[in-house]
């Protein structure tokens, strides 16, 4: 049974490590707008573009009053590993266990030439200073993504 978010619910509370090991809450964000990403993979083409159009865009987030989080189920290694290649400016958080893949719904069947096999579909929720979600995309295609979540948090 997949959870399905929409425009109007509050946000489903998380408590993850980052990069570097702090734990981030849902909470930490109060008062301002949050951007909580997921994507499948760290180092895939999709997921590395993504990652860096996020983090080309942070100051752009930021005068919108708005944080942004990544959030996959590698682990933390792999994660830190990932920044560093690509000098990203983001937090990526590591939800291993999935369960904030399965509280926000994003824990998927998916088929692959032929193949199934449960996933996350990449996807983006816009939060705001309150907790509730006010935006939500699916199946998200990366080209312009960032520009749409920008326009998006801006227009709040």
Known sequence: MTVELNVGDNAPN???PRDGGEVVNLSDFSGKKLVVYFYPKDSTPG???EAID???AKDDFAAAGTEIVGVSRDSLKRHENFINKQNLGIALLSDEEGK???DYGVWVEKKNYGRTYMGIERSTFLIDESGKITHVW????V???VDAVLAA????
């Open 153 to 156: 948090a801006k227009s709040e």
């Open 14 to 16: 998380f408590s993850l």
């Open 143 to 145: 080209k312009g993504h």
């Open 47 to 49: 997921c590395t573009t």
């Open 100 to 102: 904030m893949t399965e």
């Open 54 to 56: 996020f983090t080309n």
């Open 138 to 141: 699916r199946k998200v295609r």
